[in-house]
């Protein structure tokens, strides 16, 4: 079993900066991806961005602004998100699984077996 705990969210004027945190803890192993998901109020939840050993992806609406990393010998996930926009508002949620082949579904939320509690990130205008 996994645990995903993030931290780092809060209020922050548009064009500002954040970073969240997302720690695992449990077995993680061989091919252990990470993600970011959120879920603004009334909407469905969208990927943000995913990790998988060299391989990263990004949501369109993120690129050039946010940026994943992961500490492997911390199993520590962060999403650094810079020049904040108002629509970046929501709650932010880190996610994980196991599985090869990670670049071709990294974007579909039913492929993570673990999930965060989440943090709201609000970006006033």
């Known amino acids: 079993q996994v645990q995903l705990v993030e931290s780092g969210g809060g209020l922050v004027q548009a064009g500002g900066s954040l970073r969240l945190s997302c720690a695992a803890s449990?077995?993680?192993?061989?091919?252990?991806?990470m993600g970011w998901f959120r879920q603004a109020p009334g909407q469905e939840r969208d990927f943000v961005a995913g990790?998988?050993?060299?391989?990263?992806a990004y949501a369109d609406s993120v690129k050039g602004r946010f940026t994943i990393s992961r500490d492997n010998a911390k199993n520590t996930m962060y999403l650094q998100m810079n020049s904040l926009k108002p629509e970046d508002t929501a709650v932010y949620y880190c996610?994980?699984?196991?599985?090869?082949?990670?670049?071709?579904?990294?974007?579909?939320?039913?492929?993570?077996?673990?999930w965060g509690q989440g943090t709201q990130v609000t970006v006033s205008s």
């Open positions: 449990g077995s993680t192993g061989s091919s252990f991806y």
């Open positions: 990790i998988s050993g060299l391989f990263t």
């Open positions: 996610a994980a699984g196991r599985g090869p082949y990670y670049s071709t579904y990294y974007n579909q939320p039913n492929k993570y077996a673990y």
